[in-house]
């Protein structure tokens, strides 16, 4: 691009790609609107939501949220109307039903099964030493005295 | 004359790397020691050559060879000499030529390093590492070949990606997340060795850790590093958005910090020996996976200008690399015996069990929101998507966790508790902790307001719940509370010497502090987590924004500050042209700051590129950032239009690298070794080990 034909972008045709926009609603309405464009793709983004896009795609986007909300439609009828024309796809927190709970119940299930196996081990290691009638100490593993550190030293050099 | 020399080059490397790994491996399984000198000499050659090949590709990018192929992709003469070198790895073949180098110099450190180590501990690591090399070279002598030669070379050539040309951080985000990437081949094989051995005493112990850390320090500052650069260059006021290839950086991350912490309890208790290793080896294959991600284009994200089509050669890799660990971990891991077992779960052991399984599953959730559209498209041939809001909800609950068993983790002894001295020791930093959350609400709340920048419409619980606004009030106290027991737990050794033997503070402290490097270095690196952790959470929910169109002279109002549109600038660079929206930024005492031209919001025009790139202004202060970015502007009228935010603490994120670094260096810092410090640090049972 020659500097000219920058200068005339800038004084003359009005370069704006991007579209101006509605101007925000009032307070509380407006932070609906953000709130619901946090939750909404930009379709011609990467991964970025329409309220985050600065592209002009985004930003008329972003206007219908505003013209929905000023219409009062609930965030469910919001979400419909953009399903209706982009897919679930324009969803960025994807909905909870069928195969998409894997996706939600799949870390809680772990973090479950994780901890219960924990609680178990611990559980089963107290129960055994308390029959035993003394503190848990591995069977095989040496008595963790002050003479054993050259013994020690030399497994660890005969090791090598 | 430049392509011939760097491609042959190539070549030798991969028969280098082909050799180390084959007589490594053969002769390290069959037990025959006395050829671990001819595995370091092609290690050695391997380095070499891998490094001179980037050397001759610096050369011909900075002669503007171009016949070289890669040099016709990405470089021109109008670029500036920093970013011509830069381009190296600017586009796929580079930075895979890049990666190549990189490996060598790792490969060499460590061998140099153990140089005089015994073979049967050295040749099978090395045998793997430089079977991962062996690919790596094969990928650039082939599939992803930057040497390729151009029969009629231009007289100039596109230059790099203007994205990368932007800002001076991508100088050093890249290869420091290279250098984080690449280094975990080095715990792998360290790993792999151990398990084909069939043994884990401290022989592989020692190198495994200190190897983990290293890459795991150069991953921390590049991530780090990476959202710095996104928050001062793509303009959109965020700094992570859980893009697919930020979430390939943060996987290995997360694994191998879980790493970090099990290997304790390991040397300790001699237990968690197979988890240990699992977790080195995942963190190698999550690496792959990433690079797979980043280089494949399964994904389009902002990371997708190194497309290409090198992505069923590396899928192929990651099958092999999997199917390798888990025959090696079911086939060798039951010769890795616990020698013992948790008897509680509180108790320092329980505490670094539970944190690995936050972190784990941490993993698992990012790994799966990831790479969930590619299974339900496959599935149900429906597209979808997974981003920031399901990330961010699954994320905060878990972060919180982790940031709790931070506090928790080290007021715990190893072994069983007493829940008296456990309440004792609770107390204070618990106290402080729940303190801190009342400023945090009364500011909210409107009826205090020293920090400023605040909100003070406040919606009721539920939208405050959404709006992230207690969960960052409930971070601060928890951070407040880790903060307290770090800091104590630093410097409780250091008052006991004071009492004990007189010592002034710095003495006792700096004594203290170098008997124990790597419990110290922890705590260190802990402080700087905890800033980071609470910098997100400050910047995320009491964040101010303010949209609007503004005339010359018009002024908009953001949080406690003011923005004044002065006119429009124009400029040209080399390599750019520019269009600036000269403002002033009014502070909260009426002090202003004009910004003007190159330092005002601007849109940069390229000529690789049609739409321009916009610059935001970050003016930068302690406690809080002022961020403006220019959406729209029209010449005619002589309007633009701003998007402006105030981001309380924002910039803690990466100030807090310093703290990383530090900790790190400490950790990694060698112990001398004193017969008093021997027999002080090694409790007698940690030195006996391995089940041989």
Not at chain 2, 519 to 532: D, P, Q, T
Request: charged share 15%; hydrophobic share 50%.
């Amino acid at each position: 691009m020659t500097f000219a034909l920058l200068v005339s972008l800038l004084l003359g045709q009005g370069y704006a790609p991007q579209r101006q926009g509605l101007d925000p609603l009032e307070a509380e309405k407006e932070a609906r609107v953000m709130r619901l464009g946090k939750q909404l793709r930009c379709a011609v983004c990467q991964g970025v939501s329409i309220a985050d896009s600065p592209a002009s795609m985004a930003r008329a986007q972003l206007d219908k949220v505003r013209e929905l909300v000023a219409e009062n439609k609930s965030d469910e009828e919001i979400y419909a109307y953009f399903i209706e024309r982009y897919g679930e796809w324009v969803l960025l927190q994807p909905t909870t039903g069928g195969l998409n709970s894997v996706l939600w119940l799949g870390p809680v299930a772990l973090l479950g099964v994780g901890l219960i196996i924990i609680v178990m081990q611990s559980k089963r290691r107290a129960a055994a030493s308390a029959a035993a009638g003394a503190p848990a100490t591995t069977p095989a593993g040496p008595a963790p005295t002050s003479d054993d550190a050259l013994l020690a030293q030399v497994r660890a050099d005969l090791e090598q | 004359m430049n392509s011939t020399l760097g491609y042959g080059l190539v070549l030798l490397g991969l028969g280098f790397a082909a050799f180390a790994a084959v007589v490594g491996l053969v002769t390290g399984m069959t037990r025959r020691e006395n050829a671990l000198p001819w595995v370091q000499r092609a290690v050695y050659g391997f380095a070499g050559s891998m490094i001179l090949s980037n050397l001759v590709m610096v050369k011909a990018l900075l002669e503007h060879d171009f016949s070289v192929k890669y040099v016709s992709q990405v470089g021109s003469k109008a670029t500036p000499t920093i970013f011509t070198i830069v381009s190296l790895w600017s586009a796929l073949e580079g930075s895979i030529l890049f990666w190549g180098a990189i490996m060598g110099a790792y490969l060499l450190a460590f061998t140099l390093t153990y140089r005089r180590e015994h073979g049967r501990y050295m040749q099978l690591s090395l045998g793997v590492m430089a079977a991962v090399a062996t690919f790596f070279a094969f990928l650039i002598a082939g599939p992803a070949n930057p040497w390729g030669v151009v029969p009629n070379p231009l007289s100039d050539g596109p230059g790099p990606n203007p994205l990368l040309q932007n800002h001076v951080l991508m100088i050093i985000h890249p290869p420091m997340l290279y250098l984080g990437y690449v280094g975990m081949t080095v715990p792998f094989g360290i790993a792999a060795g151990a398990l084909l051995r069939g043994e884990l005493g401290d022989a592989w112990l020692v190198p495994l850790r200190k190897w983990t850390l290293v890459p795991w320090l150069f991953l921390s500052v590049g991530i780090i590093l990476g959202s710095w650069w996104a928050y001062a260059v793509l303009g959109w006021g965020g700094y992570w958005a859980w893009d697919p290839v930020e979430n390939a950086s943060f996987m290995p991350w997360l694994t191998a910090t879980a790493f970090m912490h099990s290997t304790m309890v390991l040397e300790r208790k001699k237990s968690l020996k197979l988890w240990t290793i699992a977790l080195a080896l995942g963190s190698f294959v999550l690496t792959i996976i990433g690079t797979f991600m980043t280089r494949s284009g399964v994904f389009n994200s902002v990371h997708s200008f190194t497309q290409s089509d090198i992505g069923p050669t590396f899928l192929v890799f990651i099958a092999v690399v999997l199917v390798f660990c888990v025959l090696l971990l079911t086939v060798r891991g039951h010769l890795l015996v616990a020698e013992s077992h948790l008897e509680t779960v509180v108790s320092r052991e329980g505490s670094i069990l539970v944190n690995n399984l936050v972190f784990v599953a941490l993993t698992f959730t990012v790994l799966l929101g990831t790479l969930f559209p590619l299974v339900t498209e496959a599935l149900q041939n429906k597209k979808i998507s997974v981003g920031e809001p399901y990330f961010n909800t699954m994320a905060l609950p878990l972060g919180l966790l982790m940031l709790f068993l931070m506090g928790v983790g080290p007021m715990l002894p190893w072994g069983k508790a007493d829940p008296k001295v456990l309440k004792q020791q609770f107390l204070i930093p618990g106290g402080l902790g729940v303190l801190t959350l009342l400023p945090v609400v009364l500011w909210r709340y409107g009826a205090w307001e020293p920090l400023g920048g605040g909100e003070k419409t406040f919606g009721g619980f539920a939208s405050a719940m959404r709006s992230g606004d207690v969960m960052a009030a409930i971070t601060f106290g928890v951070g407040t509370f880790v903060t307290v027991v770090t800091l104590r737990e630093m410097f409780l050794p250091a008052q006991q010497r004071m009492a004990e033997s007189k010592e002034s503070l710095f003495t006792a402290f700096v004594a203290s502090a170098s008997r124990a490097r790597r419990r110290f270095g922890g705590y260190v690196v802990h402080l700087g987590i905890v800033a980071i952790i609470l910098a997100v959470a400050a910047s995320s929910a009491y964040k101010v924004a303010a949209e609007r169109t503004l005339k010359a002279g018009e002024a908009m109002k953001v949080g406690d500050y003011s923005v004044r549109f002065d006119g429009l600038a124009n400029g040209k660079e080399p390599h750019r042209e520019w269009v600036a929206a000269n403002i002033t930024v009014i502070g909260p005492g009426g002090e202003e700051r004009r910004h003007i031209g190159a330092d005002a919001p601007r849109m940069n025009y390229y000529e690789r590129s049609n739409d321009p790139i916009g610059s935001p202004l970050v003016q930068e202060m302690v406690w809080r950032d002022v961020y403006v970015s220019l959406r729209t502007y029209d010449g005619k009228a002589q309007t633009a239009t701003f998007n402006a935010w105030v981001f309380p603490l924002v910039g803690w994120i990466w100030y807090a690298i310093p703290l990383l670094v530090l900790g790190t260096l400490i950790a990694l810092w060698p112990q001398r070794k004193t017969a008093a410090a021997v027999k002080a640090e090694a409790p007698a049972p940690n030195a006996a080990t391995g089940t041989t």
